[in-house]
């Protein structure tokens, strides 16, 4: 059992910064691929990236672009997910995932969290 608690969302403007966290707790959390997904209003989910236990072997969607990194601290049971250059596109609930090997789809993931909100507006 996994269980995921996001924090770090907010209201940025176009071109801002945030760094989303994701705290876990449960003994398979070293063994688990983390990702983050995102689902914008009336949109399905999506994979933004994915990083697997050793943090060798990791993913991101082609909307990234190079602004975002994913980083996890298996000492602190914690996944981050580091995003600049945002833009209104970015807007969404973000949420963390945690899985039993590298993948991008919603169904190949056990555990969720709660999802946190990011808006990026002028």
């Known amino acids: 059992q996994v269980k995921l608690v996001e924090s770090g969302g907010g209201a940025v403007q176009p071109g801002g910064s945030l760094r989303l966290s994701c705290a876990a707790s449960?003994?398979?959390?070293?063994?688990?691929?983390m990702g983050w997904f995102r689902q914008a209003p009336g949109k399905e989910r999506e994979i933004v990236s994915f990083?697997?236990?050793?943090?060798?072997?990791?993913f991101y969607a082609r909307f990234v672009k190079g602004r975002f990194t994913i980083t996890r601290d298996n000492a602190k049971n914690a996944v981050y997910l580091q995003m600049n250059s945002l833009q209104p596109e970015d807007t969404a609930v973000y949420y963390c995932?945690?899985?039993?090997?590298?993948?991008?789809?919603?169904?190949?993931?056990?555990?969720w969290g709660q999802g946190t909100q990011v808006t990026v507006s002028s």
């Open positions: 449960g003994r398979t959390f070293g063994n688990s691929t």
């Open positions: 990083i697997n236990w050793s943090g060798d072997n990791y």
């Open positions: 995932a945690a899985g039993p090997s590298p993948a991008v789809h919603v169904k190949d993931y056990n555990y």
